[in-house]
């Protein structure tokens, strides 16, 4: 007959380190107590001994195998594994006084050992390498084409000359702030300035989200202060001698779109005969593009500035007209000099390629030289622009919105300087209105 043994006070004095007299023993049956023989007490003694005898194995990990805190003594611990490239592993103990210090000290730890590690393997990694990777391979998914060309071009021509002894793991607050100096006595700009402190900044966040470094030096690094820049318009009678002078140069259309529709210049380069409606009872421009040129690439078509800047814009019937004029002579090219329409641009080489704005550039000063305007720049066009329609009235939004703005506020700020008479007049009608004169 199968005997039940009573196994769990014999456990607990197990358990408790108590000498077991298995002679002493009880074993109960089904129907009641009853003793086994000798020879059969000892050998169910013997079963359930063997058993207790196992070692209780802690289990310092989880169920999905990563290391948790076990508390030894009075203090909480935890393994804390690193991995090296050279694929070893090593095996290190973080302790705390509470489970939540324990873990603390463990990702400190984790942390430390990981900069020692990789500090060691970057120690010949040059600064300059490390930025020109973070730009191609990290800023280039967030920024424009044309914006990561003026970054690399920031970066070989601003930063690279004076940071050639640094190395990613050594460099130091002072040193960038020294370098930040020394572009200020050199007479570089607030926004060459901002550049260099972008490039730094992310690329010193990169190391430190590789582990490269503890901290990154640039956070705190200050530049100049961001001019206070005004709208700086042409005035009428000098927009006047500009176009006049164009016509004789033979540069008059492109031109006399700059001021009259207040187009930048890589939208207007950028445009194609689709993109213009010059047959119907209201003739108009579609911007849809810019182009720009991207060192390594050349000439590029790209998307235009921000979403507003993808507008309509009502064509001057004067405009259509030279429009139509132009794209007969083009027609006229193609077959002789051109022998193929090798682009659909408006405005093309002497060949029949998409214009380079530094040719327009080019052009552009020489027609004010010859008209005896001071110089400005071509993007000085747009402001004439933005602060004529305002001065003959036009609401706010409207110049906005022909100028593909993304707020009025940055016309106004930006674009717009209103005229002294306009103020004039203005201030007029007020004393007028508020008048108790009769």
């Known amino acids: 007959m199968k005997a039940h043994h009573y196994e769990c006070e014999l456990n607990s004095e197990l358990a408790q380190g108590r000498e077991v007299n298995t002679s002493n023993l009880c074993y109960l049956h089904s129907d009641g107590p009853f003793l086994l023989h000798t020879e059969e007490r000892e050998q169910v003694s013997q079963e359930i001994l063997t058993k207790s005898d196992k070692p209780t194995k802690k289990r310092y990990r989880s ?8 508390l030894d003594g009075l203090r909480w611990k935890i393994v804390v594994y690193i991995d090296h490239p050279d694929g070893t592993r090593t095996k290190h103990t973080a302790s705390g006084k509470t489970q939540k210090e324990c873990l603390n000290n463990a990702e400190k730890m984790r ?5 020692e590690i990789n500090s060691a393997n970057a120690r010949e990694a040059d600064f300059n390498t490390l930025a020109e990777k973070w730009l191609c391979e990290v800023k280039a998914n967030g920024v424009r084409p044309n914006t990561l060309s003026n970054y690399l071009i920031t970066l070989r021509k601003h930063i690279a000359p004076h940071t050639e002894d640094w190395e990613i793991t050594t460099v130091t607050r002072s040193q960038i702030k020294g370098l930040i100096a020394k572009l200020q006595d050199l007479g570089c700009s607030y926004y060459v300035q901002r550049n260099v402190r972008v490039i730094i900044k992310g690329t010193f966040n990169e190391a430190l989200e590789d582990g490269l470094i503890a901290s990154n030096p640039a956070v705190t690094v200050q ?9 700086n318009p042409f005035t009428n009678e000098e927009v006047i001698k500009i176009l006049t002078q164009a ?31 010059i047959d119907g009872p209201l003739p108009k421009v579609s911007i849809k593009h810019t182009l720009s040129r991207i060192t390594g690439k050349g000439l590029v078509l790209l998307e235009t500035k921000t979403p507003s800047s993808e507008r309509e814009i009502p064509l001057p019937s004067e405009l259509a007209e030279l429009l139509q004029a132009h794209k007969a002579e083009q027609d006229e090219l193609i077959g002789q000099s051109w022998r193929s329409r090798k682009s659909n641009y408006i405005f093309t080489s002497s060949s029949g390629t998409a214009m380079d704005q530094a040719n327009l550039r080019k052009k552009w000063i020489a027609t004010l030289k010859n008209a005896g305007v001071p110089y400005k720049k071509v993007h000085c066009a747009r402001h004439t622009a933005a602060s004529a329609m305002s001065n003959l009235g036009e609401l706010m939004a409207t110049v906005s919105r022909i100028m593909g703005h993304s707020s009025i506020a940055t016309t106004a700020a930006y674009y717009v300087k209103i005229e ?15 008048s108790i004169a009769s």
């Open 63 to 70: 169920q999905n195998g990563n290391p948790r805190p076990y």
């Open 111 to 115: 942390s430390r050992k990981l900069v």
């Open 223 to 231: 530049i100049c202060k961001k001019p206070q820049t005004q709208p």
């Open 247 to 277: 016509h004789v140069e033979g540069s008059y259309l492109p031109i006399a779109m700059l001021f009259n529709m207040g187009l930048r210049l890589g939208e207007m380069l950028a445009l194609t005969w689709d993109d213009v409606d």
């Open 420 to 434: 002294d008479k306009t103020k004039r007049e203005a201030v007029d009608l007020l004393a007028k209105t508020f």
